[in-house]
């Protein structure tokens, strides 16, 4: 059997320790997860979570030790850093409980939910899906994964963005609306998880703008750096 056209590269990120990658299968995100976040954006109180998907070739894995480099996206004058703590499924299911979550994850890695915010704007205004705002080409730099027992205490672990050598964003990931287990049984409610899915649990406050020739770098302690440059 061959196939009509070339078919696509599977997409897979770097795992500390190890030469072994992880395979990338969906890309789920999680809406204004964190309550000064959801405030900046409009919004207050607990609502249930909500969920967006980016394609699974957004993503640009970025070695530990290295710069990765994504390109101003076209269309937008408003691109904006999210930075969030990303959750590897290692072993898949549907309907898990939050207390059962912990068992699905292979590990974790800090990641960029890049974003359109002008595009997005406009379609929230219309009633239109995100997708040009959120899942366009390159939009998912993410760093190498540590393994869940390598990673330490993510549950409460400072989560922080430099742009240029000057903070942009910090908080806590103690800080989630919905912690780690429940946005893994509110997503495993809608979709069966399959090992390979990335998790963008949400960004913390201080979304702001970024241009060509910016440096990001993004932190959670125990957790492997992720610096990306605009080019
Ligand atoms: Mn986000």
């Given at each position: ?82 930075i ?26 800090v ?47 400072a989560i922080h963005l430099q ?54 770098v993004g932190g959670i302690d125990?957790l492997?750096t992720l ?5």
């Amino acid at each position: 059997m061959s196939y009509v056209v070339t078919p696509p590269a599977q997409v897979s990120v770097p795992v500390i320790g190890t030469a072994d990658r992880f395979p990338v299968h969906r890309v789920y995100c999680v809406g204004r997860n964190y309550a000064e976040h959801a405030k900046e954006m409009g919004y207050t109180g607990r609502e249930p979570p909500f969920f967006f998907m980016k394609p699974a070739d957004a993503v640009i894995p970025v070695d530990a030790g290295t710069v990765g480099r994504i390109a101003y996206p076209s269309l937008t004058r408003d691109l904006h850093h999210e930075i969030e703590l990303v959750v590897a499924i290692g072993v898949g299911g549907k309907n898990i409980a939050a207390a059962d979550a912990v068992r699905h994850i292979y590990g974790y890695a800090v990641g960029l939910d890049m974003t359109r915010r002008d595009l997005q704007g406009e379609m929230k205004k219309q009633g239109r899906p995100w997708c040009i705002g959120k899942g366009f080409d390159q939009s998912a730099p993410i760093g190498p994964i540590t393994p869940a027992a390598q990673a330490g205490k993510v549950a409460d672990a400072a989560i922080h963005l430099q742009v240029n050598g000057a903070d942009r964003q910090r908080s806590s990931v103690a800080s989630l609306i919905w912690n780690i287990g429940e946005t893994i049984e509110h997503l495993s409610a809608a979709w069966e998880l399959q090992p390979g899915d990335l998790i963008f649990t949400g960004t913390p406050e201080g979304v702001a703008a970024v241009v060509a020739g910016d440096t990001l770098v993004g932190g959670i302690d125990g957790l492997a750096t992720l610096s990306v440059k605009i080019v």
